[in-house]
Nanobody
Framework: QVQLVESGGGLVHPGESLRLSCAAS????????VRWYRQAPGNQREWVAS???????IYTESVKGRFTISRDNTKNTVDLQMNSLKLEDTAVYYC?????????WGQGTQVTVSS
């Protein structure tokens, strides 16, 4: 059974940092690209960042230079380091893995940026 479990969310002030982590189990994690998405209240879920199995990265424009995605294939984890957080980064953050046959989502972790 495939499971993705996010952690690390919380309440921070603008300009502060958080590090999210997603732990995968039941999947050959290292061979698949991984993504982070987020969903703010009233909004559609939006893609945030991706990392290929070979380590290539790409980010949505609004987080470039502030967020960094990384993975540890020995631990089956993917992290999202979020710096210089803004009010508009408030959302539930989800990790996502697309295999050759199925899509898998974590349960999400809440990030709230508030002054």
């Amino acid at each position: 059974q495939v499971q993705l479990v996010e952690s690390g969310g919380g309440l921070v002030h603008p300009g502060e940092s958080l590090r999210l982590s997603c732990a995968a189990s039941g999947i050959e994690f290292s061979i698949y690209p991984v993504r982070w998405y987020r969903q703010a209240p009233g909004n559609q879920r939006e893609w945030v960042a991706s990392m290929t199995s070979m380590g290539g990265t790409i980010y949505t424009e609004s987080v470039k230079g502030r967020f960094t995605i990384s993975r540890d294939n020995t631990k089956n984890t993917v992290d999202l380091q979020m710096n210089s957080l803004k009010l508009e980064d408030t959302a539930v953050y989800y990790c996502f893995v697309k295999t050759f046959g199925d899509d898998y989502w974590g349960q999400g972790t809440q990030v709230t940026v508030s002054s």
